[in-house]
């Protein structure tokens, strides 16, 4: 059984798949309380779904890409709902704060956002998105050794970009152009 608060179809905004049609699984709860999350997306109210009762509503839309988020969906073991939605033909990925990526390791694709920098992973997942802010510690993004990618995402506000933070970001990346910059695309486009 899996407490799930929404389920919804738009377009991936950030990271590799950018751009990408993706059903959104927003799994209840996280295992931390950063300051700029709203937490109203995963803290709302939630149903309780087996996996059969979540196929049944993703085959309401007309795309086989899923994005498992939250929350923190790795507070909870979802190998076998992965594997289960892969047998259904469905690509699975994943956004996770890297609680627990064993959790999610059947997964096709792990987007890692680590939210403290002095303790990152550096295997289990395929790509690292930093939240980053003009404040933000990013001599320890620059010491990273990896050939995955690191992508930078300017800390914005709830339901548009800061354009402050987006620009620093933009200098940032151009000046360390191993990183790559994702804009939340979203906030822009004024979709879901
Ligand atoms: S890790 Fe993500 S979901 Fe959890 S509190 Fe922080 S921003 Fe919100």
Redesign the pocket.
């Known amino acids: 059984m899996y407490k799930i608060v929404d389920i919804f179809y738009s377009l991936q905004s950030e990271d590799t798949y950018v751009g990408v049609p993706s059903i959104f699984v927003r799994f209840y709860g ?5 300051y ?4 109203e997306k ?1 803290r709302g109210n939630f149903d309780v779904l087996t996996q059969e009762e979540l196929l049944e509503k993703l085959k309401n839309f007309t795309c086989k890409q899923v994005v498992i988020t ?3 969906p790795t507070i909870y073991n979802l190998n076998e709902l992965i594997g289960f939605l892969q047998d259904e033909g469905y690509y699975v990925c994943v956004e996770s ?1 890297g609680y627990e990526l064993g959790n999610v390791k059947k997964a096709d694709w792990i987007t890692y ?1 680590p ?1 403290n920098w002095d303790e990152i992973e550096s295997e289990g997942f395929s790509e690292y998105k930093f939240i980053v802010a003009t404040v933000s510690e990013v001599d320890k993004i620059l010491a990273l050794q990896s050939d995955k990618p690191i992508y930078i995402q300017p800390e914005n506000h709830f339901d548009s970009a800061n354009i402050v933070n987006v620009k620093y970001c933009i200098d940032f990346v151009k000046a360390h152009p191993h990183l790559k910059l994702s804009v939340q695309l979203h906030k822009y486009l004024g979709v879901e």
């Open positions: 996280c295992n931390l309380g950063c700029f999350c709203d937490d995963h939250g929350g923190e704060n956002s939210k």
